[in-house]
């Protein structure tokens, strides 16, 4: 059954741990809610002026859900993420909910066929790691915004990582029924986007995923009756969905009140747009894989090349998204690029910010020294342990024993370790002046390696065409 909110708590919509916000505008005088729709974050709102005299009084507490579909973050979530991160720095309370309930169930928003039923003990496992990553990625990001100056207090509200299986694991079936299921409609939720798209889908939809909407309805319902929680963000898929949840509040608190109570402020909807690029692909994937903020899944150097790569057409709306680089100075840099699109200055700004954002100066130093070993000409500043650390997790990065090294014909080395398909075809690219060692092109099929030829004394970088690398380490 729905427990109550303090009746002393509600009255006049005052809030108690309601505390004046005094940090609600930064290097301009936007609004949180003019800022985000001035970076394009913004696809769908309820009530935006009432939401945005909402924000102004005082800090809030905002949400968005994680599917525990996976063990971390892809860059997709950079969406929501950077989203929560703008409230974040204007003094709110954010929540990062992971759906470790309903990702057993199941969300058919934007799909057309059935889903399959997670693992139990899969979801338990990619929820426990997201704690984790979500906490990363918070921290990491309080650091980029301190640096661009967009923290003006000594601290601002930690994010909480919740797990929504907190609650449902004690909820029982008629008590959810009763309290929750009461207050939906079957016409209002067979009209949901999800439902009716899947609906008219030759598979349909079953029953376990028609109540994935109450689910959903239910964590914005929990987390507004024990955080305080007023508003949810979401992809723009998830508009009826939190819609739900609004209804959910109303309804459950409404008929619990007094008509003098009525007047408390409730909570609102906000969607981010579902990103595509220029080309309609979907964002967050590089040649059908995601690009992770986990540096051991996506490398420091798929990461920073993977921002390095985007379109001239897409640019501009990347940078007022996944960076906090002024929206007047990202004008500027259009300018810029615009006058001189051969020097993709903007997309180098938009690599070094992103990779700076999520991970941190070591990680765009790595980034940058990677990309000088596979894409740039000049070797003479590298040191050795700068390329290990660059290329760390990367399968381009072998380490051998001073034996193999030195004792091993080198095409024999580039076919060994995969460069090549084999010994021939090694020795034949030699002939043809396509086999390289520190961009130096191997003349003698029966070149061995010497310390001398390495950079630094223990590595040397192979190159068979233009963009096939191996980087050998002595050991």
Request: charged fraction near 25%; include cysteine; proline fraction near 4%.
């Amino acid at each position: 059954m729905f427990r109550l909110i303090p009746r002393w708590a509600r009255l006049h919509g005052r809030n108690p741990s309601c505390e004046r916000n005094p940090s609600r505008k930064f290097h301009n005088d936007r609004t949180l809610i003019e800022e985000l729709t001035c970076r394009g974050f913004i696809a769908n709102v309820t009530r935006p002026h009432e939401l945005n005299s909402h924000l102004e009084k005082c800090s809030r507490t905002v949400y968005a859900g994680i599917d525990p579909t996976a063990k971390s973050l892809h860059a997709g979530h950079l969406i929501p993420l950077l989203c929560l991160l703008h409230f974040q720095l204007r003094g709110n309370k954010i929540v990062a909910l992971i759906g470790g309930a309903t990702g057993l169930v199941g969300d058919p928003s934007g799909r057309l066929t059935e889903r399959e039923l997670s693992d139990a003990a899969q979801v338990e496992f990619n929820a426990s790691k997201l704690t984790a990553v979500i906490s990363r990625f918070f921290s990491q990001a309080a650091i980029y915004a301190t640096a661009r100056g967009f923290i003006q207090r000594p601290a601002i509200p930690e994010v909480q990582v919740l797990n929504n299986i907190t609650w449902f694991k004690d909820l029982n079936l008629l008590d959810f029924l009763r309290s929750a299921g009461t207050h939906f409609r079957v016409n209002q939720m067979v009209a949901r986007d999800s439902v009716r798209t899947r609906m008219n889908a030759q598979q349909g939809i079953n029953f376990t995923e028609f109540t994935y909407q109450l689910l959903q309805a239910y964590d914005f319902y929990e987390l507004y009756r024990t955080k305080g929680c007023t508003v949810q963000i979401g992809g723009s898929d998830q508009w009826g969905n939190i819609l739900s949840g609004l209804e959910l509040i109303d309804k459950g608190r409404l008929a619990r009140v007094t008509v003098a109570e009525q007047s408390e402020e409730k909570g609102f909807a906000l969607t981010t747009p579902l990103l595509t690029t220029s080309s309609g692909e979907k964002f967050g994937k590089s040649a059908g894989n995601a690009i992770w903020l986990d540096e051991s899944l996506s490398s420091y150097l798929d990461f920073y090349q993977f921002f390095l790569r985007t379109t001239d057409a897409d640019v501009v709306k990347y940078l007022k998204m996944f960076t906090l680089l002024p929206v007047e100075e990202i004008e500027s840099i259009a300018k810029d690029h615009e006058s001189r699109p051969e020097h993709r200055i903007a997309q180098r700004i938009l690599a070094e910010e992103v990779t700076l954002l999520v991970h941190g100066e070591d990680g765009l130093s790595a980034a940058k020294v990677a990309t000088e070993v596979l894409f740039g000409t000049d070797y003479s500043s590298l040191r050795a342990d700068q390329i290990i650390r660059s290329l760390r997790n990367d399968p381009r990065l072998v380490f051998c024993s001073e034996d193999e090294m030195f004792t091993e014909l080198l095409p024999n080395l580039a076919a060994h370790h995969g460069l090549l398909p084999s010994k021939s075809a090694a020795r034949q690219l030699v002939l043809a002046g396509g086999l390289y060692v520190n961009n130096t092109p191997v003349r003698d099929p029966r070149l061995r390696l010497t310390r001398a030829s390495l950079l630094d004394g223990r590595v040397a970088v192979v190159r068979a065409g233009k963009d096939k690398h191996l980087v050998l380490v002595s050991k």
